[in-house]
């Protein structure tokens, strides 16, 4: 099994850990760590138990996948410097820092390097939710693939879709929990307990997707499939049109776009 080597060892490159060696793609003893803060090192190297007797600095000579954790206002050109001096040049730098172009990566850390850049969503545990992953031309994606679909389903992406990605996917799981909820106050509205407004919508939620995927059917085609002329369904959607639904989502996802993209520079 390849080496992997996490520099900023915080709360995303730990959900990534978990989640790699729960699915086994990775063995505890084959990942190090390296993070400003010892005692986050240690904490994590007890709560997964990881085994590398490596130093530091030996374990990023030995490492095949370097992992970039940290966040974009820290020491970016310190992080690559270090890493230059020490890491093998065919190592593969996977970097997760949002808003870091594989220009200004390839900048950092080497042309000749193979370089990824990914935004992982915070699924992780669930197998479930993409990651958006752009490669540069030096990249040998089938080894690496088993590492990075252990914590999300990988989509690969033009460089120039991932602030969209990241506004309309990465957070996108904020409007499927913020539905819920509402249409959860809705069932409790009509007269339902909590518990059992919460049941239903969950169970339509996996049951809706479950029909557009056997169906294969447009969402609007099994809308029809519900609405008897006159009836319950049909005066619910009427109300929904009223309102500023579709549009307030959009618009939702439309600013956390604009927002990743004031973020990142551009
Ligand atoms: N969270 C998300 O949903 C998400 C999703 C996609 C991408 N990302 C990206 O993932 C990256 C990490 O996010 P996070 O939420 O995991 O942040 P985080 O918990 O703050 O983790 C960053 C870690 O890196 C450490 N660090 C800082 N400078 C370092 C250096 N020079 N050398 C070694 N370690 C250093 C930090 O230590 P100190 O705290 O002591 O400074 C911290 O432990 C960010 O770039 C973010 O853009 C996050």
């Known amino acids: 099994m390849s080496q992997i080597h996490f520099v900023g060892a915080g709360q995303m490159a730990e959900a990534i850990i978990r989640a790699a060696l729960s699915r086994k793609a990775v063995s505890a003893r084959d990942i190090t760590l390296a993070d400003i803060d010892p005692e986050r090192i240690t904490r994590l190297r007890e709560r997964y138990q990881l085994s590398s007797t490596h130093s530091e600095i030996d374990a990023l000579a030995a490492a095949d996948y370097i992992v970039i954790g ?14 230059g001096q020490y890491a093998s040049p065919q190592a593969t730098i996977i970097s997760i820092i949002a808003g870091v172009t594989l220009e200004r990566l390839a900048t950092l850390f080497g042309a000749t390097r193979p370089i990824v850049r990914m935004i992982p969503n915070t699924l992780t545990d669930t197998g479930y939710g993409y990651s958006g992953v752009v490669f540069n031309q030096q990249v040998e994606a089938e080894p690496l693939m088993p590492f990075l ?11 120039r879709l991932i602030d969209a990605f990241t506004g309309f996917a990465v957070a996108g799981i904020n409007y499927v929990y913020y539905f819920i909820e509402s249409l959860a106050d809705a069932g ?3 007269g339902l307990s909590r518990p059992q407004a919460t049941k239903v919508v969950w169970e339509n939620l996996v049951g809706g997707v479950e029909m557009l995927k056997i169906s294969d059917k447009h969402p609007r085609q099994l809308m029809d499939i519900n609405n008897s002329p006159a009836g319950v369904g049909i005066n619910g959607l009427y109300e929904l049109n009223n309102s500023d639904f579709a549009a307030g989502l959009q618009r939702s996802v439309m600013t956390a776009v604009r927002r990743t993209t004031e973020l990142s520079g551009h």
Do not use: N, T, W, Y
């Open 70 to 83: 940290v966040r974009p206002q820290d020491d970016i050109d310190g992080v690559a410097r270090h890493i």
């Open 149 to 159: 679909e252990s914590f999300g389903k990988v989509m690969l992406l033009e460089e």
């Open 188 to 190: 409790v509205l009509s």
